[in-house]
């Protein structure tokens, strides 16, 4: 399994960006998919995912700001991020996880970086 994330950049806070994560090879074995961040100093932490039943998941802090869709056709998760803070600034990297086989695989994270 491949993820190529893109659409990472700088914006003003309360700009928008959008980021996406393309998803190839054994795809069959991913059952969730999401976007996680890592800040400077700080752990990695989730900000989006689709559950296994196709609901979703969003961190307290961007609920109302950010949203995750999904292109099954394009393989593709998009994260838009809207009203966007300084505090929203880190790498972001994608996520696909398989039950079956109990493995995380990442993206290469893209930055995104606000200011204020």
């Known amino acids: 399994v491949q993820l190529q994330a893109s659409g990472g950049g700088l914006v003003q806070a309360g700009g928008s960006l959008r980021l996406s994560c393309a998803a190839s090879g054994s795809i069959f074995s991913i059952n969730r998919m999401g976007w996680y961040r890592q800040a400077p100093g700080k752990q990695r932490e989730l900000v989006a995912a689709?559950?296994?039943?196709?609901?979703?998941n969003y961190a307290d802090s961007v609920k109302g700001r950010f949203t995750i869709s999904r292109d099954n056709a394009k393989n593709t998760v998009y994260l838009q991020m809207n009203s966007l803070k300084p505090e929203d600034t880190a790498v972001y990297y994608c996520?696909?996880?398989?039950?079956?086989?109990?493995?995380?695989?990442w993206g290469q994270g893209t930055q995104v970086t606000v200011s204020s």
């Open positions: 689709f559950t296994s039943g196709g609901s979703t």
């Open positions: 996520n696909g996880f398989g039950i079956a086989t109990d493995y995380n695989y």
